[in-house]
């Protein structure tokens, strides 16, 4: 280190010179100021570094030495594209830098093309021989739903146009040995189905039917007479009208003599098959009872398909 030099002030302060003094300390604490200001300014306006081209990493450029404010400055706009990227920074002080850096390669794109289909129109088959193994494979079926759909197809017919009939007899009717016959039948459908000379009803199809018979019966001199129905010879159903002539109060019959006439229905339902003769008898005691209609018809023998 140089020497130091030391100055020694000598004499006294005198109260004249003591204004003089201040002024003087007060300018130069003032002109510290000013000097202090300027130098924080001029640090606030020292250039910075340019940065590089947009390729690879921005470079940074050297960062200039300490001093006075440079009367140059450069500044580089950053500028995009490919290749090398330099910048420069200056300052009173020396200082270079430079950056360089590759460029980033463009994204690549990948087109796909759709393939192209060409379709033939012939083909080395023997179309005979798969139709044949397809039919084969499928013959059971189509049978099965052949005989379903027919069965459906019938049930379908039986349902919208039953076997029904409805005859009438005008007269009475007393012969206990033949089937009642009938003078008319309102509804026959299909035709065919009662013989109304034989009174008999000819069943074509196959199901559960009800039957009825409705007659106006007369049981003459306390006796008792009976309607009977028959299939094929086998009696299915009866009605019957009589007087009890019983008085429990004594245990004895009574001597009286009395005829009774009512209104009787047989209704049953019954399984017929086709082929099966069905028909009424009637059966009495005494000699004078029987079945008794008019102008008004008092006897009715009913049939009707119900079901399979």
């Not at 005008?170 to 509804?187: I, L, R």
Request: include cysteine; charged fraction near 20%.
């Amino acid at each position: 280190m140089g020497s130091s030099s030391h100055i020694t002030l000598t004499g006294t302060l005198q109260p004249s010179n003591f204004p003089a003094t201040m002024r003087s300390i007060s300018f130069i604490v003032i002109a510290v100021f000013c000097l202090v200001v300027m130098v924080t300014f001029a640090d606030a306006k020292r250039p910075k570094p340019s940065k590089g081209g947009k390729g690879g990493k921005p470079s940074k450029g050297g960062k200039g030495g300490k001093g006075s404010h440079s009367s140059e400055e450069i500044e580089t706009v950053p500028t995009a594209g490919f290749g090398k990227g330099k910048g420069k920074g200056k300052g009173k002080g020396k200082g270079k830098g430079k950056g360089k850096g590759k460029p980033r390669p463009p994204p690549s794109t990948t087109t796909t093309v759709a393939p192209t289909t060409t379709l033939s129109g012939s083909c080395n088959c023997d179309v005979e021989a798969i139709k044949a193994a397809v039919l084969a494979d499928i013959s059971v079926t189509i049978t099965d739903l052949e005989r379903e759909l027919n069965a459906t197809v019938t049930q379908l017919k039986n349902i919208s146009e039953p076997d029904v009939f409805s005859c009438k007899r005008m007269s009475g009717f007393s012969d206990e040995t033949v089937p009642v016959p009938y003078t008319a039948c309102d509804v026959e459908k299909p035709t065919g189905l009662v013989d109304i000379t034989t009174g008999k009803f000819n069943v074509q199809r196959d199901g559960t039917y009800r039957l009825t018979f409705t007659s106006r019966m007369s049981a003459m001199n306390g006796q008792t007479i009976r309607a009977d129905m028959y299939v094929n010879g086998v009696r299915i159903g009866r009605a019957s009208a009589s007087l009890d002539t019983f008085d429990t109060q004594t245990n004895t019959s009574s001597s009286t003599i009395l005829d009774l006439e009512t209104s009787n229905t047989l209704d049953l339902l019954y399984n017929l098959t086709a082929g099966d003769e069905v028909y009424m008898m009637i059966d009495y005691v005494g000699t004078t009872s029987l079945i008794q209609s008019s102008m008004n018809y008092q006897i009715f023998f009913t049939g009707e398909w119900i079901r399979t």
